[in-house]
């Protein structure tokens, strides 16, 4: 790296040792690199065939006005979103906000009260569990509106845990909740295999039990998706891995033809959800931005490599650990003190496009138990596909590292985060 190292000494003022740090992570990580690139190849052949059935033209790059009745930039979207994830149907709408919108849609649509939903993987991430009604089931909560809860805990190595499941199970759950990625937790994702491995025992037990994933931070990061190994149905964000760092907003739900109906109509009128709704000029970027998804993703995975191996040889502990198998873009690492976090992430907010002179500061968010810091100067607000860090503030004090639409400018984020943290005198081993 000796030009870059030249170019960030002069206009970032870089400590130089940091590019010996650098291309040592660099080599550590080639070999993955390679496998991250083929994983692409094969998801980038997958959405290019469902474009190619659907039979995308220009014609459908045209959004609708109006109530959008036989609207074919939608119906295109949800067509090829539905070839690609292997489902009957998809729900694709700009009128989905966030991951936690399209996972509460998903659940409000089927379950009514004295109906049972069972987490499979624990206590949800914050914002779920309000929606949930987990610790208090208050005001349009699930638990206030009648719907029962239970929650099986994870083992101590965070892996779903069969005897706990196998006895929730006995008081015949309507739909088992499975959270595919970390959330603010050290547990590793979820495989799509362990999930293939959870779904067969669930569905033994009961084949009328609709298994719901959480895919949030996971599309396009192992060669198949959950609803490709007997998922019913499943939900994530735009503006997170299938956004391709494009889409300005947005969700989508997929799954069996009957949940997706539901869900439409809950987010629409009844009986009206599949047939109404424009993207309100917006179909061009979703759809360019899922046709890029696949290769996006990818640079977002070697960044959050490139993090997870010279961190480690910095001493810090990363989850996923490097040559460890990985299911989402998140980096976990645990920078053991409130001040590292700040460090970090005011790096990591130095290094973005959009607003590089804020100072990310830890506040109260809706829907989180503590305080949260979160850098990232994204093109479109709360993107995490782009470079983004976040973290609660609570002991042990890790951050979280996610995205990136290139992985040169992961290298130089995260490289910005490490000197600041070195500004704060955290050296964690005789390289510094």
Same mark, same amino acid.
């Given at each position: 790296?000796?030009?870059? +190292?030249?170019?960030?000494?002069?206009?970032? @003022?870089?400590?130089?040792?940091? +590019?010996?740090?650098?291309?040592?992570?660099?080599?550590?990580?080639?070999?993955?690199?390679? @496998?991250?690139?083929?994983?692409?190849?094969?998801?980038?052949? %997958?959405?290019?065939?469902?474009?190619?059935?659907?039979?995308?033209?220009?014609?459908?790059?045209?959004?609708?006005?109006?109530?959008?009745?036989?609207?074919?930039?939608?119906?295109?979207?949800?067509?090829?979103?539905?070839?690609?994830?292997?489902?009957?149907?998809?729900?694709?709408?700009? @009128?989905?906000?966030?991951? &936690?919108?399209?996972?509460?849609?998903?659940?409000?649509?089927?379950?009514?009260?004295?109906?049972?939903?069972?987490?499979?993987?624990?206590?949800?991430?914050? !914002?779920?569990?309000? /929606?949930?009604?987990?610790?208090?089931? $208050?005001?349009?909560?699930?638990?206030?509106?009648?719907?029962?809860?239970?929650?099986?805990?994870?083992?101590? $190595?965070?892996?779903?845990?069969?005897?706990? /499941?196998?006895?929730?199970?006995?008081?015949?759950? %309507?739909?088992?909740? /499975?959270?595919?990625?970390?959330?603010?937790?050290?547990?590793?994702?979820?495989?799509?295999?362990?999930?293939?491995?959870?779904?067969?025992?669930?569905?033994?037990?009961?084949?009328?039990?609709?298994?719901?994933?959480?895919?949030?931070?996971?599309?396009?990061?192992? $060669? %198949?998706?959950? !609803?490709?190994?007997?998922?019913?149905?499943?939900?994530?964000?735009?503006?997170?891995?299938?956004?391709?760092?494009?889409?300005?907003?947005?969700?989508?739900?997929?799954?069996?033809?009957?949940?997706?109906?539901?869900?439409?109509?809950?987010?629409?009128?009844?009986?009206?959800?599949?047939?109404?709704?424009?993207?309100?000029?917006?179909?061009?970027?979703?759809?360019?931005?899922?046709?890029?998804?696949?290769?996006?993703?990818?640079?977002?995975?070697?960044?959050?490599?490139?993090?997870?191996?010279?961190? &480690?040889?910095?001493?810090?502990?990363?989850?996923?650990?490097?040559?460890?198998?990985?299911?989402? /873009?998140?980096?976990?690492?645990?920078?053991?003190?409130?001040?590292?976090?700040?460090?970090?992430?005011?790096?990591?907010?130095?290094?973005?496009?959009?607003?590089?002179?804020?100072?990310?500061?830890?506040?109260?968010?809706?829907?989180?138990?503590?305080?949260?810091?979160?850098?990232?100067?994204?093109?479109?607000?709360?993107?995490?596909?782009?470079?983004?860090?976040?973290?609660?503030?609570?002991?042990?004090?890790?951050?979280?590292?996610?995205?990136?639409?290139?992985?040169?400018?992961?290298?130089?984020?995260?490289?910005?985060?490490?000197?600041?943290?070195?500004?704060?005198?955290?050296?964690? !081993?005789? !390289?510094?």
């Amino acid at each position: 790296m000796p030009d870059l +190292c030249s170019y960030l000494q002069e206009k970032y @003022q870089m400590d130089p040792e940091f +590019c010996d740090l650098a291309r040592q992570a660099e080599q550590k990580a080639r070999p993955e690199f390679e @496998q991250i690139d083929e994983t692409a190849k094969i998801n980038q052949a %997958r959405v290019l065939n469902a474009f190619r059935e659907a039979g995308i033209s220009e014609y459908h790059l045209r959004d609708g006005n109006g109530y959008g009745y036989g609207d074919p930039g939608r119906e295109g979207l949800e067509e090829v979103y539905a070839l690609s994830f292997g489902t009957e149907a998809a729900l694709v709408r700009a @009128q989905i906000i966030s991951g &936690t919108h399209a996972i509460s849609l998903a659940l409000e649509s089927i379950l009514t009260p004295g109906d049972l939903l069972l987490s499979a993987t624990g206590t949800p991430y914050d !914002t779920l569990a309000k /929606i949930i009604g987990v610790s208090e089931a $208050e005001g349009r909560s699930l638990c206030g509106r009648g719907i029962i809860y239970r929650e099986a805990s994870l083992t101590k $190595e965070g892996k779903p845990d069969y005897e706990k /499941i196998r006895k929730l199970l006995m008081e015949k759950p %309507r739909a088992v909740l /499975i959270q595919r990625s970390r959330g603010y937790s050290w547990r590793p994702a979820l495989s799509v295999q362990e999930i293939y491995d959870l779904v067969r025992f669930i569905k033994d037990h009961d084949s009328n039990i609709i298994c719901f994933v959480d895919n949030c931070y996971g599309e396009f990061v192992e $060669e %198949r998706e959950p !609803t490709h190994v007997g998922v019913d149905f499943m939900a994530g964000s735009l503006i997170k891995n299938p956004g391709g760092g494009l889409a300005p907003s947005g969700g989508y739900l997929v799954g069996r033809r009957d949940l997706v109906t539901k869900a439409a109509d809950r987010l629409i009128a009844p009986g009206l959800g599949q047939n109404m709704g424009t993207n309100l000029g917006l179909g061009p970027l979703l759809y360019q931005g899922f046709f890029l998804s696949p290769h996006i993703v990818a640079e977002a995975l070697k960044g959050a490599l490139f993090a997870s191996h010279l961190f &480690t040889i910095l001493g810090f502990e990363t989850s996923p650990a490097p040559g460890s198998r990985r299911s989402d /873009i998140v980096q976990a690492i645990k920078l053991n003190d409130e001040e590292g976090v700040k460090a970090f992430c005011r790096g990591i907010q130095k290094a973005s496009p959009v607003d590089s002179r804020a100072v990310p500061v830890a506040s109260s968010l809706p829907g989180y138990q503590d305080k949260v810091i979160m850098a990232g100067g994204t093109f479109v607000q709360g993107s995490s596909i782009e470079l983004t860090a976040d973290a609660p503030m609570r002991s042990p004090y890790i951050v979280y590292l996610q995205g990136c639409l290139s992985y040169a400018h992961a290298v130089i984020g995260i490289l910005q985060g490490v000197q600041e943290l070195q500004c704060l005198g955290k050296k964690a !081993t005789a !390289t510094w």
